[in-house]
T-cell receptor
Framework: EADIYQTPRYLVIGTGKKITLECSQT?????MYWYQQDPGMELHLIHY???????EKGDLSSESTVSRIRTEHFPLTLESARPSHTSQYLC?????????????FGSGTRLTVV | RKEVEQDPGPFNVPEGATVAFNCTYS??????FFWYRQDCRKEPKLLMS???SGNEDGRFTAQLNRASQYISLLIRDSKLSDSATYLC????????????FGTGTSLTVIP
């Protein structure tokens, strides 16, 4: 039973299209994260949020943007998709500092831009 | 320097073997430690937290050495289903509650 949901699971889209990847969690976690991962490669943090109205860029430069209007929702938007954006995008959430309960990941969105 | 370093492997071991992975971290302020498992084309899933005194979960044993800043994972009696990538994860709560992931160690258990 998943407590963090990502949609769509797979997306094939043409170059130049605007897309939004959805991520929602039902655990009431303050912290949410977006990672990008190519097959067989390491995770790269692209965005994170401490809570509502808080967003920060991660270690990997990304042309995407995020918003956090509600605690449970952390969508990621690409204004103009390019083939270089083809990757897997993983959303995760965690509790506040000090709990040490780790991350919970969504199942990911596998994006292909043609 | 990366916050978390792992030997990427691959480790190819026969069924029934014991295999150990190590991971080092650079920030002494790190507070929480985890091992995650990631299957091919799937999301990472928490395998186990790592406690200061060491902890065991069935065939899996995790240990933490704060003085040397490394974490280990021992898998005994390897099963084919253990084949996956194992990610070492370190949490620094006072750094925006950042979680730092290692690049992962690939394990293949061979029949």
């Amino acid at each position: 039973e998943a407590d963090i949901y990502q949609t769509p699971r797979y997306l094939v889209i043409g170059t130049g299209k605007k897309i939004t990847l959805e991520c929602s969690q039902t655990m009431g976690h303050d912290k949410m994260y977006w990672y990008q991962q190519d097959p067989g490669m390491e995770l790269h943090l692209i965005h994170y949020s401490y809570g509502v109205n808080s967003t920060e860029k991660g270690d990997l430069s990304s042309e995407s943007t995020v918003s956090r209007i509600r605690t449970e929702h952390f969508p990621l938007t690409l204004e103009s998709a390019r083939p270089s954006h083809t990757s897997q995008y993983l959303c995760a959430s965690s509790e506040s500092p000090g709990r040490g309960y780790g991350y919970t990941f969504g199942s990911g969105t596998r994006l292909t831009v043609v | 320097r990366k916050e978390v370093e792992q030997d990427p492997g691959p480790f190819n071991v026969p069924e029934g073997a014991t295999v150990a992975f190590n991971c080092t971290y650079s920030n002494s302020a790190s507070q929480s430690f985890f091992w995650y498992r990631q299957d091919c084309r799937k999301e990472p899933k928490l395998l186990m937290s790592v406690y200061s005194s060491g902890n065991e979960d069935g065939r899996f044993t995790a240990q933490l050495n704060r003085a040397s800043q490394y974490i280990s994972l021992l898998i005994r009696d390897s099963k084919l289903s253990d084949s996956a990538t194992y990610l070492c994860v370190v949490n620094i709560p006072f750094d925006g509650n950042q979680f730092y992931f290692g690049t992962g160690t690939s394990l293949t258990v061979i029949p």
